[in-house]
């Protein structure tokens, strides 16, 4: 309980820090926001009161509490470009991505992870072999490229699927689904080849292990040693490649989105770029490292769960500390 307890404080304090140079990286951009917003020919006194009325004229760290008291109520403040809620533009973006993350999540995982296993305990056979030369083409070849032949394939060769969203952020959810196809299948062949060469050299590692050899002479079934035996703890090393994966998908795929012009995240943090939008992009980048924080302490938390050793270790680490210093024990009862 005490190490769970332990990862969400340092998740809470990742997330202070991500929190603090993001604000800080967007207030050093160069260039006047007031001025840029007015144009070249606005007033000084328009200039001022429109600093005011955006409290650029504060100081930058009462700014930041400011700031960071209302992000931590949802409140981002307004668009500076649109004019409407940062929260409710971010959010139905966000939706927009998890229509095309979520299904590259569950398909991509499910199928990579398999092909992995599938791979290394075959290895050096021809599936081994056929496995692995698709994961390192799908390594070799840019989201871009992948984009552009499935575009070229399925929607003017084949015109099965639109190629590019026509309506933007206007479009229901209807009108998304058949266009989230193309940009679905590219994530998940961008994802897929790393979490199947990590899966792949995993199990490899669990099969070579004395456990595993000592089953298989014992008579126990191949499969049966596979999928009971080696594959928990094949799984636990490929975690956190699998948690990175998933933080980058539901972060927002810049290139992706761009392409199939899909009004997911990224395309929303292309936009407020080119527009200087900085509200919107200080909540996009407090997102994305929400995102990344949370996906890496769920994968934490599913690890110490499956596995008991790390567990273990945290105790007996504990429990040599104690036996090295004996006045700390009533201290560490205390504690309890």
Do not use: C
């Not at 002479?217 to 090393?237: D, E, Q, T």
Request: no cysteine; aromatic share 6%.
């Amino acid at each position: 309980m005490k190490l769970v307890l332990t990862r969400l404080a340092t998740a809470v304090v990742t997330l202070l820090l991500a929190s603090f140079f993001v604000f800080m990286a967007v207030q050093a951009l160069p260039g006047d926001v007031a001025e840029q917003l007015l144009g070249q020919n606005a007033t000084p006194k328009a200039v001022a009161t429109l600093r005011g009325q955006l409290g650029l004229d504060q100081n930058v760290w009462l700014r930041y509490l400011d700031w960071l008291g209302h992000a931590v109520r949802g409140d981002f403040g307004k668009s500076l470009v649109s004019g409407e809620s940062v929260s409710a533009t971010l959010w139905t973006a966000f939706g927009h991505t998890l229509l095309i993350a979520l299904p590259a999540i569950v398909i991509g995982v499910l199928l990579s992870v398999v092909l992995g296993i599938l791979a290394g305990a075959r290895r050096g056979t021809a599936a081994d072999s056929g496995i692995s030369v698709i994961a390192l083409l799908a390594m070799s070849i840019p989201e871009f490229v992948v984009a552009t032949v499935l575009v070229l394939i399925f929607a003017i060769a084949l015109p099965i699927f639109p190629a590019v969203v026509l309506d933007g952020p206007r479009a229901t959810i209807s009108q998304l689904i058949p266009t989230a196809v193309l940009p679905a299948i590219t994530l998940i062949i961008a994802m897929a080849a790393y979490i199947i060469r990590s899966t792949r050299s995993s199990t490899i590692d669990v099969l070579a292990t004395e456990f595993a050899t000592t089953a298989t002479l014992k008579g126990v079934p191949r499969r049966r040693v596979l999928w009971r035996h080696v594959v928990p703890s094949a799984i636990l090393p490929v975690l956190p490649v699998i948690s990175i994966n998933v933080a980058w998908l539901l972060g927002g795929v810049v290139v992706v989105e761009s392409i199939f012009n899909y009004p997911g995240v990224g395309k929303l943090m292309i936009d407020s770029v080119s527009t200087r939008d900085l509200p919107m992009l200080e909540a996009i980048a407090v997102l994305s490292a929400m995102i990344y924080v949370l996906v890496n302490l769920a994968a934490d938390l599913l690890a110490l769960a499956a596995d008991p050793r790390q567990r273990t270790l945290h105790t007996r680490s504990r429990r040599r500390s104690i036996e090295a210093d004996p006045a700390a024990a009533p201290s560490e009862v205390a504690a309890r």
